[in-house]
């Protein structure tokens, strides 16, 4: 039963290293996100993919790029990182009820630091 | 963007209290959620409402959908201390997006 699977779980980079968090879902879900997570801010959206075949920014895409390989798997992208790019990414995923997305899951997490 | 106003920002209270957290927003969502996260894993869905007036509960928890479609509640009933931990609000705006808006968190700490 394992839901959202994210890999690393914890990576440290220098400054402009460039590498890619993975994300697969085995809930048959259509809709995958990406989500940053810092102290005090709640969660941001990154990016998101409504369905297979399609990605849309979220309010903080700038230094991200993303990739829907297939249903099951959404990826993140970081080109040139920087530090303030230091925080924890969590994908999720969510699956169509009617016309209606409805709850979202949750992976556990990879926490990154640029240093 | 579109926030979440999500209050209050943490709470301590002791064991056996109740506990009443909420989220306000000036945007109408059709879904409200309700998160709670422990330390070193990703948020774990609670409760999901999808009317307005909704109220559901699971197990000590209750959460409301709010009339307005504007606002939501979460109580939690006789607090133990694993109950300890952030809890998040999210909104999914009106059919169409596929956005969710989450809050900043409540931190919850419950004295033994």
């Known amino acids: 039963n394992a839901g959202v699977t994210q890999t690393p779980k914890f990576q440290v980079l220098k400054t402009g290293q460039s590498m890619t968090l993975q994300c697969a879902q085995d809930m048959n879900h259509n809709s995958m996100y990406w989500y940053r997570q810092d102290p005090g801010m709640g969660l941001r959206l990154i990016y998101y993919s409504a369905s297979e075949g399609t990605t849309d920014k979220g309010e903080v895409p700038n230094g991200y790029n993303v990739s829907r390989l297939n249903k099951r798997e959404f990826s993140l992208r970081l080109e040139s990182a920087a530090p303030s790019q230091t925080s924890v990414y969590f994908c999720a995923s969510s699956a169509f009820k009617g016309v209606l997305n409805t709850e979202a899951f949750f992976g556990q997490g990879t926490r990154l630091t640029v240093v | 963007g579109q926030q979440l106003n999500q209050s209050p920002q943490s709470m301590f209270i002791q064991e056996g209290e109740d506990v009443s957290m909420n989220c306000t927003s000036s945007s109408i969502f059709n879904t409200w959620l309700w998160y709670k996260q422990d330390p070193g894993e990703g948020p774990v869905l609670l409760i999901a409402l999808y009317k307005a007036g909704e109220l559901t509960s699971n197990g000590r928890l209750t959460a409301q959908f709010g009339i307005t479609r504007k606002d939501s509640f979460l109580n939690i009933s006789a607090s133990i201390p694993s109950d300890v931990g952030i809890y998040f609000c999210?909104?999914?705006?009106?059919?169409?997006?596929?956005?969710?808006?989450f809050g900043t968190g409540t931190r919850l700490k419950v004295l033994a």
């Open positions: 999210a909104g999914l705006l009106p059919s169409g997006t596929y956005k969710y808006i």
